[in-house]
């Protein structure tokens, strides 16, 4: 098996270690994806497994491809039969980068018309697809005229765990999140804070990362289950793995305060759902209640609000405390994620660094502090 395994932008390190962890070797990493050789337990592994990854593809074939006629070819080739039953709904997907093929409309169109031939015999036919039925989706990869048909295993991306069945108006990706306490470098001994903690992403994604919880364990499904071709006892075994290596009864020191009580509220009642309410403290406070506050000694990991997030004038304000609790506590692990970059005149950079991040679309900074 063959796996193509998607992510934002700036973690592919941080995936690579991930699938390394589960065995896998000879991996291969590049912008936003890396690629790795498994075995076919892997499919359902790497898609409980991974805390950072997008979606888990199976590559199906990989040609070079000069025009539509090569593509056409290519997609055709693939033994649709096996993947796809008769009635599957299916929706075709591209990314072209550095190739000769960039029309939208032709590449979808064409890929379907290849596949519908294949299941039909005719290129006249059309493919009856039954609206109650999950969708298999076909995501075509074309890079510098390379073309991978690949099929998508995750269903709907990995960063949905399905515990946060309340939200916050604007929230980080749970992927994001349990990035950036990996980057942190938190130890598990010592207290994490989350100064903003909205709906409790940061904190809820550490606890799982320390009481090592695969994350897709927690009652999400996943498009491999629909496949008549892949035995499902792979993923009765991952989850069984999943159950044995969790340690649901060690607790820690994870802190947040959020300055909205409805936030509070969103942050008890998706740790709750995460089976992890138990090792987080949440209270109403405010940033400007640090100010009096000397000699903190934890690790914070915090996502303070921008434009954005906040329709206020205060946001310089909010800023400026923040960088003055910072110069009161010079012990403080400090990492933030934000897009307000007039944040860099209010510290000395000489004191930081910051790596380029993205939450969805939108570009973020992640801020440490140099010791």
């Not at 010079?330 to 990492?335: A, D, G, I, M």
Request: proline residues 2%.
């Amino acid at each position: 098996m063959k796996l193509f395994i998607t992510c934002i932008a700036g973690v592919e390190s941080i995936l690579s270690k991930e699938i390394e962890r589960l065995g896998y070797k000879n991996l291969k990493s590049s912008d936003r994806y890396i690629y790795a050789e498994t075995d076919d337990a892997g499919i359902a592994r790497v898609n409980l497994w991974s805390r950072v990854g997008n979606k888990v593809y199976l590559e199906l074939t990989k040609w070079r491809v000069e025009d539509f006629d090569d593509l056409f070819d290519i997609v055709h080739s693939v033994n649709w039969e096996k993947y796809c039953s008769w009635d599957n709904p299916i929706h075709t997907n591209w990314v072209s980068i550095k190739s000769n093929l960039d029309s939208v409309p032709a590449i979808q169109k064409i890929a379907k018309k290849a596949i519908v031939t294949k299941l039909t015999g005719s290129k006249n036919d059309i493919l009856y697809e039954n609206a109650d039925k999950k969708p298999i989706e076909i995501l075509l990869f074309i890079e510098e005229n390379e073309c991978r048909v690949l099929l998508n295993t995750s269903w709907e991306a990995l960063h949905k765990r399905w515990y946060k069945v309340v939200e916050h108006d604007a929230p980080i990706k749970e992927s994001l999140a349990a990035a950036l306490v990996l980057l942190s470098w938190w130890s598990f001994k010592k207290p994490l804070y989350d100064f903003f903690c909205g709906s409790g992403t940061i904190l809820v994604e550490a606890a799982l990362i320390a009481r090592n919880i695969a994350p897709g364990s927690l009652g999400r499904r996943f498009s491999f289950e629909q496949f008549a071709w892949y035995d499902n006892k792979h993923l009765e075994l991952a989850l069984d793995e999943a159950k044995k290596k969790a340690f649901h009864d060690k607790k820690y020191d994870l802190i947040g305060s959020d300055i909205d009580e409805n936030s509070v509220r969103i942050t008890l009642k998706n740790a709750k759902n995460a089976w992890v309410a138990d090792t987080i403290i949440v209270k109403q406070k405010m940033v400007a209640d640090y100010l009096w506050e000397k000699n903190l000694s934890w690790t914070l990991v915090s996502n303070p609000p921008y434009w954005l997030r906040l329709n206020e004038s205060n946001l310089d304000s909010i800023y400026r405390d923040i960088s003055t609790i910072f110069k009161k506590n010079p012990e403080l692990n400090w990492w933030l994620i934000t897009s307000y970059f007039e944040f860099d005149t209010m510290i000395n950079m000489k004191d930081w660094k910051k790596r380029k991040l993205y939450n969805g679309s939108e570009k973020c900074y992640f801020y440490k502090k140099i010791y």
